[in-house]
């Protein structure tokens, strides 16, 4: 069974956000992975997006969110593995 640090550095190099500082559009490359969804988190922690269904690529409007640093966070079978990205 697969732990938790393996997950993660997999994960990690299976996902891209891009562009990053992103003005308007965030769009998210998944690589031969799955997951069940990603958040959106603000760094205080207020939850400010939800995704349930993913597709290998996707693009989110993120034009309504202010700018800072937020974090999106990907579950995929109980496993968790977060990625940063800044709204201008």
Known sequence: QENVAVFT????????????PAIAVLNIDIVDDSFDGLEIYSTSGQLMRSVSTLSNRMSLDISSLASGMYFVRFSSNGFVV???FVKE
């Open 9 to 20: 550095a997999n994960a990690l190099g299976k996902i891209s956000l891009h562009p990053n």
């Open 82 to 84: 977060t990625k940063r």
